[in-house]
């Protein structure tokens, strides 16, 4: 893979996270994307998002208490957020008894950095936000920094991308996702 270019699991990622976008947000809606590198300006967003990996160094409460203030009353939020035990990497665990059973973020976790879980972003965001859904990313697929392969086995890919595909919204899976899509409300 030349280098860099995203890898597939990557792309994927965030064509899934695009397409929700697109069905949660209103149309024109002014929307905050937050860790972007351009200025938010000022004033209030009709909704805001954060892709993969962008809350792993976040403080959730102080994310929380901006978010109120730059959302307006109903603005749709969609958080992605690290899963602290991923089944891929379980798996590879349990069948290889090589790696850890956290993901890479969550092991980085010696000196209290850890990305924050999805539990605990969605208890920092408190009353002034709901919660009502949302879906696995990377059920079967590893994390981005670990699919290198998926270049080079486009059909292995293909297989796991449409297998997860049909269980990535099952309630009992959402939390076994290498990220958890969180949707919710400004309150």
Do not use: K
């Not at 891929?88 to 069948?95: C, E, G, I, N, S």
């Not at 999805?118 to 920092?124: C, G, L």
């Not at 965001?125 to 697929?141: E, N």
């Amino acid at each position: 893979m030349a280098e860099g270019r995203p890898d597939p699991v990557s792309l994927l990622f965030r064509y899934l996270l695009d397409e929700r976008r697109r069905t949660l947000f209103p149309r024109g809606a002014r929307v905050l994307e937050i860790g972007a590198d351009r200025d938010a300006g000022d004033g209030t967003f009709d909704a805001a998002w954060a892709g993969p990996g962008v809350l792993d160094g976040a403080e959730p409460r102080r994310l929380a208490g901006w978010l109120a203030g730059a959302l307006r009353p109903g603005a749709p939020l969609l958080l992605c957020v690290r899963n602290p035990r991923p089944l891929p990497a379980l798996v590879m665990r349990a069948l290889t008894g090589a790696g850890d059973w956290r993901s890479r973020s969550a092991a980085r976790a010696t000196d209290g950095a850890a990305p924050p879980s999805p539990r605990e972003v969605r208890e920092a965001f408190g009353p002034a936000f709901s919660w009502h859904g949302g879906f696995a990313l990377g059920l079967l697929l590893p994390a981005p920094e670990a699919s290198g392969w998926a270049a080079e086995s486009p059909q292995l890919f293909g297989l796991l991308a449409a297998a997860e595909g049909r269980l990535r919204r099952w309630p009992v899976l959402r939390g076994l996702g290498t990220f958890a899509a969180l949707e919710g409300m400004r309150a």
